[in-house]
T-cell receptor, first 115, second 110 residues
């Protein structure tokens, strides 16, 4: 009964390649997110979608393109991968957006290594 | 931009003792704060939250204290157990998004 799932868990690829990470949530939530966690464990939001609409884009390079085919899925496509893209990427979801309190549920993460 | 920070990157605590993890935030407009726990190889897991109109909230073995005057947040864990070993993050909500601090790594000694 995984609430937020991501695939793949590990991704090793070469510079210049294009790759995608998929995320699905079965919680019935309206809002989904992508975060990047660097080697120092610093966690930073990249994107947020509410009911398939982009609501937050935190100055992420346009090589990163999120896509939400429905509100249960938020995929992340990365073009022309660079060494600096190596990190752990977390998907998360929350019931709503814009309220004063909303718990975010995180997926297990995808460790991306660019060589 | 403003950010959330933690006072200490690491904390070592004896099993059975109480743990206190501190966090300083800088955005006075933040209205909601959360503590997350991240175990090795896993995603962050919600522990406890507090709204800005409160100064204390208790959960099971955990207490969060909020001091808006000095913009300080703390997480207290009672009777720390080996399973509490993890990285702990505080996060603040402002502008409809969460901003996370750098994390404190808690190691529980047997």
């Amino acid at each position: 009964d995984t609430a937020v799932s991501q695939t793949p868990k590990y991704l090793v690829t070469q510079m210049g390649n294009d790759k995608s990470i998929k995320c699905e949530q079965n919680l019935g939530h309206d809002t989904m997110y992508w975060y990047k966690q660097d080697s120092k464990k610093f966690l930073k939001i990249m994107f947020s979608y509410n009911n398939k609409e982009l609501i937050i884009n935190e100055t992420v390079p346009n090589r990163f393109s999120p896509k939400s085919p429905d509100k249960a899925h938020l995929n992340l496509h990365i073009n022309s991968l660079e060494l600096g893209d190596s990190a752990v990427y977390f998907c998360a979801s929350s019931q709503d957006f814009g309220t004063a309190s909303y718990e975010q549920y995180f997926g297990p993460g995808t460790r991306l290594t660019v060589t | 931009g403003e950010s959330v920070g933690l006072h200490l990157p690491t904390l070592s605590v004896q099993e059975g003792d109480n743990s206190i993890i501190n966090c300083a935030y800088s955005n006075s407009a933040s209205d909601y704060f959360i503590w997350y726990k991240q175990e090795s190889g896993k995603g962050p897991q919600f522990i406890i939250d507090i709204r800005s109109n409160m100064d204390k909230r208790q959960g099971q073995r955990v207490t969060v204290l909020l001091n808006k005057t000095v913009k300080h947040l703390s997480l207290q864990i009672a009777a720390t157990q080996p399973g509490d070993s993890a990285v702990y993050f505080c996060a603040e909500n402002s502008d409809y998004k969460l901003s996370f601090g750098a994390g404190t790594t808690v190691t529980v000694r047997a």
